[in-house]
Structures are given as structure tokens and as C-alpha cells.
């Protein structure tokens, strides 16, 4: 068990984490979710006792790190893959460790059969690659044969096997009655591995519930909807009575309209009663990884964008310019992208007026339900429902 | 395992037992694994090996120059033409002092020993006892060796017992303590090249800077630095100090040693105290 109470680390003016509360249980592999730089790291040191918080307190068992009673026989940890000296053998690095913490020898050898190194157990740890490295750190962690295990980004830099091994050994510990922690940037390899899930972002708590409220609280469904390409006035009416009904629609590249916060039903009998036929109805259900994706990019603090190769291109003649007012502010047909919580939307082309800005980071409650800042009119702040009013909109369409 | 959760029962919910007998580490355990660490890493036998190479071909050669030079025997004790040799093995011995520390940090290694063992205090107990014990026996044994070959060489009289042991264990023990102080500031510096920066300065700065003090105000500083720099006062356990005053006898050791426990007792401060 382990329990972090208002956990708080800064490094001079930057916050690392900030009131970090939360339980990690035995016989649970317990997810530990956050973008990069989140305080993934920083809190899974903290556990530890190298990082000494600057307020609050985490204890393991009962008892903080450095006062627990026999630490490397109750608690195991990868913290990185690449923290041993690399001119030590493989073995030698596992039998220093087994000796500081007074484990017999064998045992050395019992780990490197468990994760197969035996074979390069006298080679120098400098020639491994990053997926042998990651081997000997969870040889390293599992060594104690410990009760609470933390691992850090376990699967960086393993093969396919070496991805299953782990996801394997993680729920085979767990389902022995040992606490597992394991910290991951991968959405998608959690769902598979996790139990429960802690997901942070500018290290702060975003969420610690079960996988599988996780999803059902966070993967927002939606509607894709099709009316007839030949007529965008139908599309643009139903646009209007959804919005109004207290759906929330963006428009897709090819047409399509994406609803969310109506069930399929009520989209139908709305476009009934509105006299628009329907080329497609259909549900759509976000995976986990686009409920993450959601849910932390308020939060990311590294932003990868576009290589637009600016100044380095002739510039276009000034003048009309098609694809940079509409394209904006419509949703990718695929991947991630699930309609972000109003204000937030990086999409919009203009930023709403009085965006709500300090809005809570858990999007608990449904888009549709979120207060709509202004008017339900074609010209309301949900930027994409706008979009269909925009008289360049049509003029798009022609010119496809 | 022994119950984890003492509060809560013997078998408290989901708990895991290991079938592995449990016992509490020590120092004993700690010295062991730091034993492993320092024999398996080539800077080890990287500095070590420099070192006993210069003092074996200074030493020996000087000999050779010296009984060349002169048919009688010399009027000093022969011993002290070791004490080049040991000098620039010293640099080898501040070497792998550092490296013994700083590469751990270098490398991360620190925060997997640190998350086996969380008292601080042990792991550099360990480590300073450790690298202690191995320069003094290494730096005695060989000045040994190359005292008696000296002898023999230079074809001299028998020194005093006196002599020899402050030549042989006397050294070792300044050299051995020379690398504590070294160890210390690797541990406070955290940072290899930069520790071993600040040691060579430490060496070499007192007497380099004495040499250019010319200016009559400033004759008390020189005469400071001359005496009490490390070169001098290793001269001092050979009888061969750079000038008539400063330590004498056994001296040097008792200042080096307090140099080192300073720097030691500022290393288990920061240890116990800094984030890794």
C-alpha cells in the first residue's frame, strides 16, 4: 500500500507537483498516467524518499521510505533504465545490490533466468541495448522479491515479446497480492495492463478510478451524421435544430457531422421533425486512449506542432485563401481528437468571448451538459457549430 | 516476510509473503557490495595500476640516477627518493576517490543503491571504508617493495625503523586519507570531472602560487603555503620538507586526517539532506 497525502514538490519556481493525493493498492496493478514532464518521475521519487517533498508526505506500508524496516526486501523499483554504471557486468551490478541489501547470491541468478539476461550476465552493462537495460532494471526490482513494486516507463524501448512479458509479469505480481505501480505515457498499454488508473497532468491529480469508469466517465461518445452531400442547406438546418436541441455538432472534412450529448434516437426524431433526410447514423465509441488524450491536453506541456517551414516558402499571393478560415475549425475524421470541453478548444478559429479558462480539469460531465456561455445562435461560442453559418463554408464546399 | 503492516494483523489483506528468508542488512552487507562495486569497474585497476607503475619506475629509476651519480652512499635515507613517485600516484588515488562517488551520480547507479538501501550513512560508511582500506594497503605494500629495492640499488646504509614505517605505512595512510578527502568532495561536488578538477587545484595551487609570491607583505601567506601544502607535508613523512619549519613527525597526518573528516562529515550532511 501506498499513500501519498498532499504531496507538493517545487524546484525553485517551477511546480514539479502540487497537492498530489492518492492511494496505490495491493493485489492491483495501478496505472500511473500523465504527458511527458507531469511529475511522473518526480512522484515516483518521492515514494522513494530521494526527493523530499517540499510538503505532504507519502509512506509505504505504513512508514515512510527511508524509515521502513528492511526496505529492499518491501519495495522494488525501475526507476531508469540507464542507472547502473555501464561498466559493470550485468551480474556484478545485480550482486552489489543483493549484497547492500543482504539477499543470498543465488538469487542474483534466479533474476536473470526470470528475465532473461543469463546469457550476457558477465557482458558490461554499456553494450546492452535499451530493452536488455530495461531487463536489468526489473531483474534490479525484482531482486528483494518485495511487496510493493514501482516501475518507471517499464516497456520503453522492448520489443513486442519483451512488451507482453512485462504486461504479463505486472498482473502476475499483482494477482500475488503485491501492490503495483507502474507509470506510463502509453494510454493504450495501460488499458491492457492497468487496473486502476492515477493520471495527472502539471502534477496535479486528473483522475484515480478504475479503468473502467475511467473510460465510461471520459470516452464520450458521439454521432456521426451524414445528410445528403447534394444539399448543404439540409445540413446546415440540422446543425441549427441539433444545436439548439442541446447537441453539440462539429463538422467533419467530408461533410459529416459529429453530435455529441444527443442519443441516436433523439438525432433522428430531431431530423425528422426538422424534415432532413439522413445519409448516416451512426455511434462511435472513443477508446480509452482518445479518453486520455482528451482529459490530459489541457495539460501537456510539451506540444509538438506542425513543421510549417515558416519564412523558408515563397509567400503566397496575398488574397482569398480557402483552406485557412474553415479547415480550422473542423475535427480530424480519425484518430484522437474527441470534442473538447468548451474554451479549450485549440481548434477554434476565434476564441469564444469570456471563455470560461479556470474550468475544472476532470470533463466528468458530458459536453452537452457543460453551461453554454452565450446564446444558442448559429453564431454561439461553440466555434464548430458556427462553423456550417459561416458564409465561406458554402463557397468550401462548391470549390471541392 | 515479517509483517509488513505490523498495525494491522499478521496476514493483513492481499499482502504478499516472500518465501525468501528475511534479514535485516548492515554495514557488513554494505562493505560487501561496495567491495563488488569498486573490484568490477576498470577505473580501478585503471588508477591503481598508473599508480604503482609511477611509483615503481620513479622510484627506481631516481635510484639508478642516484647510485650512478655518486659511487658513496648518500647522506639522506634513501627511502626519500619514494616520494615523487607516491606524489604523482597521489593524483591516481584522488582520481578513483572521486569516481568512486561522483560515478554513481554520474550514472544514476546512486538512486538504485540509495532506493536498496536507505540509509545514506551506510552507503558512504561503505564506500569511504572500503576505498580507505584499499589505497592504504595498495600505496603501503608497493612503497614497501620499492623502498627495499631502493635500498638495495643505491646500495645504501640500513635506515632507521622509524624511518621506514613513516615511508611505508605513513604514507600509505596520508595517501589513503589524501583519497578520503577526495572522496568527500566527489560526494559535496557530485560531478567526476569537476571534483578531480577541484583536487589536482588543491595539490598543486598552494605551491604554484607560493612560487610567484615575491612581494615582502605577503612573505607570512608564502611561507604558509610552502609549509602546509600536501606535496610538503607528504615531503615531511620522507624527511624531506620544503623548508626548516612547518609539521614535523608524524604531523601531516594528523592535519590530513582532519581535512578528510571534514569533508566527510559535509558529505553526510548533504547526502542525508539533498534530493539525488
Same mark, same amino acid.
Given at each position: 500500500?501506498?499513500?501519498?497525502?498532499?504531496?507538493?514538490?517545487?524546484?525553485? +519556481?517551477?511546480?514539479?507537483?502540487?497537492?498530489?493525493?492518492?492511494?496505490?493498492? /495491493? &493485489?492491483?496493478?495501478?496505472?500511473?498516467?500523465?504527458?511527458?514532464?507531469?511529475?511522473?518521475?518526480?512522484?515516483?521519487?518521492?515514494?522513494?524518499?530521494?526527493?523530499?517533498?517540499? *510538503?505532504?508526505?507519502?509512506?509505504?506500508?505504513?512508514?515512510?521510505?527511508?524509515?521502513?524496516?528492511?526496505?529492499? =526486501?518491501?519495495?522494488?523499483?525501475?526507476?531508469?533504465?540507464?542507472?547502473?554504471?555501464?561498466?559493470?557486468?550485468?551480474?556484478?551490478?545485480?550482486?552489489?545490490?543483493?549484497?547492500?541489501?543482504?539477499?543470498?547470491?543465488? =538469487?542474483?541468478?534466479?533474476?536473470?533466468?526470470?528475465?532473461?539476461?543469463?546469457?550476457?550476465?558477465?557482458?558490461?552493462?554499456? &553494450?546492452?541495448?535499451?530493452?536488455?537495460?530495461?531487463?536489468?532494471?526489473?531483474?534490479?526490482?525484482?531482486?528483494?522479491?518485495?511487496?510493493?513494486?514501482?516501475?518507471?516507463?517499464?516497456?520503453?524501448?522492448?520489443?513486442?515479446?519483451?512488451?507482453?512479458?512485462?504486461?504479463?509479469?505486472?498482473?502476475?505480481?499483482?494477482?500475488?497480492?503485491?501492490?503495483?505501480?507502474?507509470?506510463?505515457?502509453?494510454?493504450?498499454?495501460?488499458?491492457?495492463?492497468?487496473?486502476?488508473?492515477?493520471?495527472?497532468?502539471?502534477?496535479?491529480?486528473?483522475?484515480?478510478?478504475?479503468?473502467?469508469?475511467?473510460?465510461?466517465?471520459?470516452? +464520450?461518445?458521439?454521432?456521426?451524421?451524414?445528410?445528403?452531400?447534394?444539399?448543404?442547406?439540409?445540413?446546415?438546418?440540422?446543425?441549427?435544430?441539433?444545436?439548439?436541441?442541446?447537441?453539440?455538432?462539429?463538422?467533419?472534412?467530408?461533410?459529416?457531422?459529429?453530435?455529441?450529448?444527443?442519443?441516436?434516437?433523439?438525432?433522428?426524431?430531431?431530423?425528422?421533425?426538422?424534415?432532413?433526410?439522413?445519409?448516416?447514423?451512426? /455511434?462511435?465509441?472513443?477508446?480509452?486512449?482518445? +479518453?486520455?488524450?482528451?482529459?490530459?491536453?489541457?495539460?501537456?506541456?510539451?506540444?509538438?506542432?506542425?513543421?510549417?517551414?515558416?519564412?523558408?516558402?515563397?509567400?503566397?499571393?496575398?488574397?482569398?485563401?480557402?483552406?485557412?478560415?474553415?479547415?480550422?475549425?473542423?475535427?480530424?475524421?480519425? &484518430?484522437?481528437?474527441? /470534442?473538447?470541453?468548451?474554451?479549450?478548444?485549440?481548434?477554434? *478559429?476565434?476564441?469564444?468571448?469570456?471563455?470560461?479558462?479556470?474550468?475544472? /480539469?476532470?470533463?466528468?460531465?458530458?459536453?452537452?451538459?457543460?453551461?453554454?456561455? +452565450?446564446?444558442?445562435?448559429?453564431?454561439?461560442?461553440?466555434?464548430?457549430?458556427?462553423?456550417?453559418?459561416?458564409?465561406?463554408?458554402?463557397?468550401?464546399?462548391?470549390?471541392? | 516476510?515479517?509483517? @509488513?503492516? @505490523?498495525?494491522?494483523?499478521?496476514?493483513?489483506?492481499?499482502?504478499?509473503?516472500?518465501?525468501? @528468508?528475511?534479514?535485516?542488512?548492515?554495514?557488513?552487507?554494505?562493505?560487501?557490495?561496495?567491495?563488488?562495486?569498486?573490484?568490477?569497474?576498470?577505473?580501478?585497476?585503471?588508477?591503481?595500476?598508473?599508480?604503482?607503475?609511477?611509483?615503481?619506475?620513479?622510484?627506481?629509476?631516481?635510484?639508478?640516477?642516484?647510485?650512478?651519480?655518486? @659511487?658513496?652512499?648518500?647522506?639522506?635515507?634513501?627511502?626519500?627518493?619514494?616520494?615523487?613517485?607516491?606524489?604523482?600516484?597521489?593524483?591516481?588515488?584522488?582520481?578513483?576517490?572521486?569516481?568512486?562517488?561522483?560515478?554513481?551520480?554520474?550514472?544514476?547507479?546512486?538512486?538504485?543503491?540509495?532506493?536498496?538501501?536507505?540509509?545514506?550513512?551506510?552507503?558512504?560508511?561503505?564506500?569511504?571504508?572500503?576505498?580507505?582500506?584499499?589505497?592504504?594497503?595498495?600505496?603501503?605494500?608497493?612503497?614497501?617493495?620499492?623502498?627495499?629495492?631502493?635500498?638495495?640499488?643505491?646500495?645504501?646504509?640500513?635506515?632507521?625503523?622509524?624511518?621506514?614505517?613513516?615511508?611505508?605505512?605513513?604514507?600509505?595512510?596520508?595517501?589513503?586519507?589524501?583519497?578520503?578527502?577526495?572522496?568527500?568532495?566527489?560526494?559535496?561536488?557530485?560531478?567526476?570531472?569537476?571534483?578531480?578538477?577541484?583536487?589536482?587545484?588543491?595539490?598543486?595551487?598552494?605551491?604554484?602560487?607560493?612560487?610567484?609570491?615575491?612581494?615582502?607583505?605577503?612573505?607570512?601567506?608564502?611561507?604558509?603555503?610552502?609549509?602546509?601544502?600536501?606535496?610538503?607535508?607528504?615531503?615531511?613523512?620522507?624527511?624531506?620538507?620544503?623548508?626548516?619549519?612547518?609539521?614535523?613527525?608524524?604531523?601531516?597526518?594528523?592535519?590530513?586526517?582532519?581535512?578528510?573528516?571534514?569533508?566527510?562529515?559535509?558529505?553526510?550532511?548533504?547526502?542525508?539532506?539533498?534530493?539525488?
Amino acid at each position: 500500500m501506498i499513500e501519498a497525502i498532499g504531496l507538493t514538490k517545487r524546484y525553485g +519556481a517551477k511546480t514539479a507537483v502540487y497537492d498530489l493525493s492518492f492511494q496505490v493498492r /495491493p &493485489g492491483a496493478v495501478t496505472g500511473f498516467l500523465g504527458p511527458n514532464g507531469s511529475g511522473k518521475s518526480t512522484t515516483m521519487r518521492m515514494v522513494l524518499g530521494l526527493d523530499q517533498p517540499t *510538503s505532504g508526505h507519502v509512506t509505504i506500508g505504513g512508514h515512510p521510505f527511508r524509515k521502513l524496516p528492511n526496505a529492499p =526486501r518491501q519495495v522494488g523499483a525501475l526507476l531508469d533504465a540507464k542507472a547502473v554504471h555501464g561498466g559493470r557486468s550485468a551480474r556484478n551490478h545485480l550482486l552489489s545490490l543483493a549484497q547492500l541489501s543482504g539477499i543470498p547470491a543465488r =538469487r542474483v541468478d534466479e533474476v536473470l533466468g526470470v528475465v532473461g539476461l543469463q546469457d550476457v550476465a558477465r557482458r558490461r552493462s554499456k &553494450g546492452f541495448s535499451l530493452g536488455m537495460g530495461q531487463r536489468l532494471g526489473i531483474a534490479a526490482a525484482l531482486l528483494g522479491d518485495p511487496q510493493v513494486l514501482l516501475f518507471d516507463e517499464p516497456v520503453n524501448g522492448l520489443d513486442p515479446e519483451g512488451i507482453l512479458w512485462v504486461r504479463n509479469l505486472m498482473k502476475q505480481l499483482a494477482a500475488e497480492g503485491r501492490t503495483v505501480f507502474v507509470s506510463s505515457h502509453l494510454m493504450s498499454e495501460m488499458a491492457l495492463t492497468a487496473d486502476h488508473l492515477i493520471v495527472i497532468g502539471r502534477g496535479q491529480l486528473l483522475a484515480d478510478m478504475s479503468v473502467k469508469d475511467f473510460i465510461a466517465h471520459n470516452s +464520450a461518445g458521439f454521432a456521426r451524421v451524414r445528410t445528403p452531400q447534394t444539399e448543404p442547406q439540409q445540413r446546415e438546418k440540422l446543425s441549427a435544430v441539433l444545436t439548439e436541441a442541446g447537441g453539440r455538432v462539429m463538422p467533419e472534412p467530408d461533410g459529416a457531422l459529429r453530435v455529441t450529448g444527443l442519443a441516436l434516437p433523439a438525432i433522428s426524431d430531431l431530423a425528422h421533425g426538422a424534415d432532413v433526410r439522413l445519409w448516416e447514423l451512426s /455511434p462511435h465509441q472513443a477508446s480509452l486512449e482518445e +479518453a486520455y488524450m482528451r482529459m490530459t491536453q489541457a495539460a501537456v506541456d510539451f506540444r509538438s506542432t506542425d513543421d510549417r517551414k515558416a519564412g523558408l516558402m515563397q509567400q503566397p499571393a496575398p488574397g482569398y485563401d480557402p483552406s485557412a478560415a474553415v479547415t480550422a475549425s473542423e475535427v480530424p475524421q480519425q &484518430g484522437w481528437y474527441a /470534442p473538447p470541453p468548451p474554451g479549450r478548444n485549440p481548434y477554434a *478559429s476565434t476564441p469564444p468571448g469570456g471563455a470560461p479558462t479556470g474550468r475544472d /480539469p476532470h470533463p466528468d460531465t458530458p459536453p452537452a451538459a457543460a453551461p453554454a456561455p +452565450a446564446a444558442p445562435a448559429p453564431a454561439g461560442p461553440p466555434a464548430p457549430a458556427a462553423a456550417p453559418a459561416d458564409p465561406t463554408e458554402s463557397s468550401t464546399e462548391d470549390a471541392r | 516476510m515479517t509483517t @509488513p503492516y @505490523p498495525q494491522q494483523g499478521p496476514h493483513p489483506q492481499g499482502a504478499y509473503d516472500s518465501p525468501i @528468508p528475511v534479514r535485516a542488512a548492515h554495514l557488513g552487507d554494505a562493505l560487501a557490495s561496495e567491495w563488488t562495486k569498486i573490484r568490477s569497474v576498470r577505473s580501478t585497476l585503471w588508477t591503481l595500476g598508473v599508480m604503482i607503475v609511477l611509483m615503481f619506475g620513479i622510484g627506481l629509476l631516481s635510484a639508478v640516477a642516484v647510485s650512478a651519480a655518486s @659511487p658513496e652512499p648518500p647522506e639522506e635515507s634513501v627511502l626519500s627518493l619514494g616520494f615523487f613517485g607516491v606524489l604523482l600516484g597521489s593524483i591516481c588515488v584522488i582520481t578513483l576517490g572521486v569516481m568512486t562517488v561522483a560515478s554513481e551520480y554520474g550514472t544514476g547507479m546512486i538512486r538504485t543503491t540509495l532506493t536498496a538501501c536507505p540509509s545514506r550513512a551506510r552507503v558512504l560508511t561503505a564506500k569511504a571504508l572500503v576505498f580507505f582500506l584499499l589505497v592504504f594497503v595498495i600505496t603501503t605494500v608497493t612503497a614497501a617493495i620499492v623502498g627495499a629495492l631502493q635500498t638495495a640499488i643505491a646500495d645504501a646504509g640500513v635506515s632507521s625503523g622509524e624511518d621506514w614505517f613513516r615511508a611505508t605505512v605513513g604514507a600509505g595512510l596520508f595517501v589513503a586519507l589524501l583519497g578520503l578527502l577526495s572522496l568527500g568532495v566527489g560526494a559535496l561536488i557530485r560531478h567526476s570531472a569537476g571534483a578531480i578538477t577541484i583536487m589536482i587545484g588543491v595539490v598543486l595551487l598552494p605551491l604554484v602560487l607560493a612560487l610567484f609570491m615575491f612581494s615582502e607583505s605577503l612573505r607570512e601567506v608564502q611561507e604558509f603555503l610552502l609549509e602546509y601544502s600536501i606535496p610538503s607535508q607528504l615531503g615531511v613523512l620522507y624527511d624531506t620538507p620544503v623548508t626548516g619549519q612547518g609539521p614535523s613527525g608524524w604531523e601531516p597526518l594528523w592535519i590530513m586526517a582532519g581535512l578528510a573528516g571534514a569533508a566527510l562529515a559535509a558529505a553526510y550532511l548533504a547526502l542525508d539532506r539533498r534530493d539525488v
